[in-house]
């Protein structure tokens, strides 16, 4: 699977930034100390990477190549994909507003935002492991290695006109994977 190895590495990122989130969801509901400012943490880091960056390269990328070389586009599975990148950005969006409150949070909602951030933290691992142990095997094992290289060179194509912002995005996961390690 050497041609989508950005998209696993990417998944290992989106990964590590799902189980903070997790870890951050149980918080909010437990602590009324939670600042608005790290739920925009989140929400700023989830809208940089996995939709500035990963979403946009699935979308611009795979899907396209995916249609190129025979794949439905209307196919349940690839309309699942793009289901669950429109659910992420709406909670994502939720996370963004709930971020921008002036204060402190109330009960009511340090409870909203836990139940957003586990609503978004579930719809992201699903899409992880769905990508992860249906779609990828079966791009591999359908497309020729000829065309497996062209998906590898425009998949790091796109990584290299994104690095500058993937790395500001990369940081800001990696401080919070590490305050909200499990």
Do not use: W
Request: net charge negative; glycine share 4%.
């Amino acid at each position: 699977m050497q041609a989508l190895a950005s998209l696993h590495q990417d998944h290992r990122i989106l990964l590590a930034l799902t189980d903070a989130l997790d870890a951050f969801a149980r918080v909010v509901a437990e602590r009324d100390d939670v600042s608005p400012g790290e739920v925009g943490a989140f929400a700023d880091a989830f809208r940089d990477f996995a939709d500035n960056m990963h979403y946009e390269k699935e979308e611009q990328v795979l899907l396209p190549f995916l249609v190129r070389h025979g794949f439905d586009y209307n196919r349940e599975l690839l309309q699942q994909v793009r289901s669950d990148h429109c659910q992420d950005r709406y909670l994502i969006d939720v996370l963004h507003h709930s971020a921008q409150r002036d204060g402190c949070f109330s009960r009511e909602d340090r409870r909203r935002v836990a139940s957003t951030a586990a609503a978004l933290a579930s719809v992201q691992r699903d899409l992880l492991m769905k990508q992860d142990i249906e779609l990828f095997p079966e791009v591999v094992s359908l497309i020729d290695g000829a065309a497996l290289s062209s998906l590898q060179a425009e998949l790091s194509l796109f990584d290299l006109h994104a690095s500058s912002r993937s790395a500001h995005a990369r940081k800001l996961i990696q401080g919070l994977s590490e305050r909200y390690s499990c």
